[in-house]
C-alpha cells in the first residue's frame, strides 16, 4: 500500500526530480510538476493525501497556491519549502492555513515524517467524513462508529441478529456502549415501530422492582390506588432492555426466567398471568461466570439469555478507532453548542492513544465533548509548566518548558531566530523546526539573518 500520493511543486528541476525519486523509492506516489498552475489543476481532478510546494518560485508563488489550495480544497494539507531566512514568511503561511513548513535543504528523513504526518492527518478526515455520511445516510441506524475490524465485525453481528426475534445476552465494559447496540439491534428490527423500554436493574430498589416491572392490582399495597401496568407490559410489540442484569436479586430472577420462557408476567397482587409480546436484551459486565459460580446468578437464566451473545470489545483493545471516535463526538458536540469545530493535532491524538479509557467510549465521549467546548486540555502544557506537581505527563511538561525557553530566546534577541538559536545552544534548522511546531514566532518577527 502506498504511504500516500503527494503532488510536489518546485521550479527547480533538478530538486524536483531528486526528491521525487527519494520519496517514490520510499513507498509514495508522486505527481511531480514545475509548475504550479498544472499542480493546481491536478488537484482539482484528483484527491491527493497532502501537497508540498516551494515557497518561492517566479509567477504563482508558494504563498498563492496555497491560498487557491484552501479555497478550492481546504481539506488538502499543503507543506511549504522554504529557503534560508524565510521562516517568517513560513510561520505566516501557516497562520493562514498551511500544515507545516520545511527549511530547505532539508534533511530527506525528517521530510518523511512530515508527510507521513499529514497523510495520516488526511486519511483520518476522510474516514471521520465517511462515517458520519454513513450515520446520517442510516438515520441514525447503528450509530457504532469505528473501522477497527472487532467492529465491522460487531455491525456485520447486530445487523444479522437484528431481524431474528430471539433475546441476546451483550457483554462488555462500562461504558463500552451496551445500550447503543441494544437500541441498534432494536432500531433495524422487525420491532423498530415499538417501544424500546430499558430497565437498569442496578438502579431499582428489589422493594419496588416487582411492581415497576410486572405492575401491579388496585389495593396490592399502600397507595397502590388503581391498577398500573409494568415495564414488559408498556413494552408490548417492542424491546425490553434489561441493564446491568447481573446485579438482579436473586428472588427475581426466577420470575425474569419464567417471562423468558413462557412470555407471560403476573401483576403483584393478582392471580391472572398477562401473555407480553416482547423481544428481551439483557447486558452485563462480564461473561457471569463468576456471579454463577458465587451462587449469585442462576445457571439456568444464564443459559436462557445466552443462547446469542454480543461481545463488545473494550477501547483499549481497538485502539485504532480511538482518533475517529474522538472527532466524531467532537465533531458532534461543536453542531450540537454551536461551535466551531477544532483541529484534532497530532500531539493530542499521540496522548489520547497512550490511555487506558477505563471508563471506555463513554469517558472518550465526555473527553471529546469538553474538547469541543474549550473545557479542555489545550492550555496543559503551560499550566504543567506552572505547576510542576500536576499529573500531566513528562513530555508534556518538557514540551511546556522547551516552549518557554524558545520564546524567552525570541523576546531576548527581538525575534532573530539565529541568534536565538545560537544562545540556546541549538542548530538554527533545529530552532526553526520547533518555532513551526509549536507556532512560536519572534516578538518583531524578523529575519533570522545576523
Given at each position: 500500500m502506498s504511504r500516500g500520493h503527494v503532488l510536489l511543486v518546485d521550479d527547480d528541476r533538478d530538486l524536483l526530480k531528486a526528491a521525487?525519486?527519494?520519496?517514490?523509492?520510499?513507498?509514495?506516489?508522486?505527481?511531480?510538476?514545475?509548475?504550479?498552475?498544472?499542480?493546481?489543476?491536478?488537484?482539482?481532478?484528483?484527491?491527493?493525501?497532502?501537497?508540498?510546494?516551494?515557497?518561492?518560485?517566479p509567477g504563482i508563488d508558494g504563498?498563492?497556491?496555497?491560498?487557491?489550495?484552501?479555497?478550492?480544497?481546504?481539506?488538502?494539507?499543503?507543506i511549504l519549502m522554504t529557503g534560508h531566512g524565510d521562516v517568517t514568511l513560513a510561520v505566516k503561511a501557516m497562520k493562514q492555513g498551511a500544515e507545516d513548513f520545511i527549511e530547505k535543504p532539508y534533511d530527506a528523513e525528517y521530510l518523511l515524517s512530515v508527510l507521513d504526518k499529514a497523510v495520516e492527518k488526511r486519511r483520518m478526515k476522510r474516514e471521520i467524513a465517511r462515517l458520519q455520511k454513513l450515520?446520517?445516510?442510516?438515520?441514525?441506524?447503528?450509530q457504532i462508529v469505528g473501522d477497527s475490524s472487532a467492529m465491522r465485525e460487531l455491525r456485520r453481528r447486530v445487523a444479522t441478529l437484528a431481524d431474528v426475534d430471539i433475546d441476546v445476552l451483550i457483554i462488555g465494559e462500562t461504558g463500552s456502549g451496551k445500550e447503543l447496540v441494544a437500541?441498534?439491534?432494536?432500531?433495524?428490527?422487525?420491532?423498530?415501530?415499538?417501544?424500546?423500554?430499558?430497565?437498569?436493574?442496578?438502579?431499582?430498589?428489589?422493594s419496588i422492582f416487582e411492581s415497576e416491572v410486572f405492575g401491579h392490582a388496585k389495593g396490592a399495597f399502600t397507595g397502590a390506588l388503581s391498577d398500573r401496568e409494568g415495564k414488559f407490559e408498556y413494552a408490548a410489540g417492542g424491546t425490553v432492555f434489561l441493564d446491568e442484569i447481573e446485579s438482579m436479586p436473586l428472588?427475581?430472577?426466577?420470575?425474569?426466567?419464567?417471562?423468558?420462557?413462557?412470555?407471560?408476567?403476573?401483576?403483584?397482587?393478582?392471580?391472572?398471568?398477562?401473555?407480553?409480546?416482547v423481544r428481551i436484551i439483557a447486558a452485563a459486565k462480564?461473561?457471569?461466570?463468576?456471579?454463577?459460580?458465587?451462587?449469585?446468578?442462576?445457571?439456568?437464566?444464564?443459559?436462557?439469555?445466552?443462547?446469542?451473545?454480543?461481545?463488545?470489545?473494550?477501547?483499549?483493545?481497538?485502539r485504532e478507532d480511538i482518533g475517529l471516535l474522538f472527532s466524531h463526538f467532537a465533531s458532534l458536540a461543536a453542531h450540537r453548542y454551536g461551535r466551531a469545530e477544532r483541529a484534532v493535532s497530532a500531539d493530542l491524538l499521540a496522548r489520547l492513544h497512550q490511555e487506558e479509557w477505563r471508563g471506555n467510549v463513554r469517558e472518550l465521549k465526555a473527553r471529546a465533548e469538553r474538547f469541543a467546548i474549550g473545557l479542555d486540555e489545550t492550555n496543559a502544557s503551560v499550566a504543567a509548566s506552572r505547576n510542576p506537581d500536576s499529573d500531566t505527563a513528562l513530555p508534556d511538561q518538557l514540551a511546556a518548558y522547551?516552549?518557554?525557553?524558545?520564546?524567552?530566546?525570541?523576546?531576548?534577541?527581538?525575534?532573530?531566530?539565529?541568534?536565538?538559536?545560537?544562545?540556546?545552544?541549538?542548530?538554527?534548522?533545529?530552532?526553526?523546526?520547533?518555532?513551526?511546531?509549536?507556532?512560536?514566532?519572534?516578538?518583531?518577527?524578523k529575519s533570522s539573518d545576523l
Open positions: 521525487t525519486d527519494w520519496l517514490e523509492v520510499s513507498g509514495f506516489s508522486v505527481s511531480a510538476f514545475h509548475r504550479p498552475e498544472e499542480a493546481y489543476q491536478q488537484l482539482l481532478r484528483t484527491d491527493p493525501d497532502v501537497l508540498v510546494s516551494d515557497i518561492r518560485m504563498m498563492t497556491l496555497l491560498n487557491s489550495v484552501i479555497k478550492a480544497r481546504g481539506e488538502v494539507p499543503v450515520v446520517q445516510e442510516d438515520g441514525g441506524g447503528s437500541q441498534a439491534l432494536h432500531r433495524q428490527g422487525r420491532r423498530c415501530s415499538g417501544p424500546f423500554v430499558a430497565i437498569n436493574c442496578a438502579a431499582l430498589p428489589e428472588s427475581l430472577q426466577a420470575k425474569i426466567l419464567r417471562v423468558l420462557q413462557e412470555r407471560v408476567i403476573e401483576r403483584l397482587g393478582e392471580n391472572r398471568l398477562r401473555p407480553v409480546d462480564s461473561d457471569l461466570s463468576g456471579e454463577i459460580a458465587a451462587g449469585r446468578f442462576r445457571e439456568d437464566l444464564f443459559y436462557r439469555l445466552a443462547t446469542v451473545d454480543i461481545r463488545i470489545p473494550p477501547l483499549r483493545q481497538r522547551e516552549m518557554q525557553l524558545i520564546r524567552a530566546a525570541l523576546d531576548q534577541h527581538d525575534g532573530n531566530t539565529a541568534r536565538a538559536a545560537s544562545s540556546l545552544g541549538i542548530p538554527h534548522r533545529t530552532l526553526n523546526e520547533k518555532i513551526a511546531r509549536y507556532g512560536l514566532r519572534g516578538r518583531g518577527e
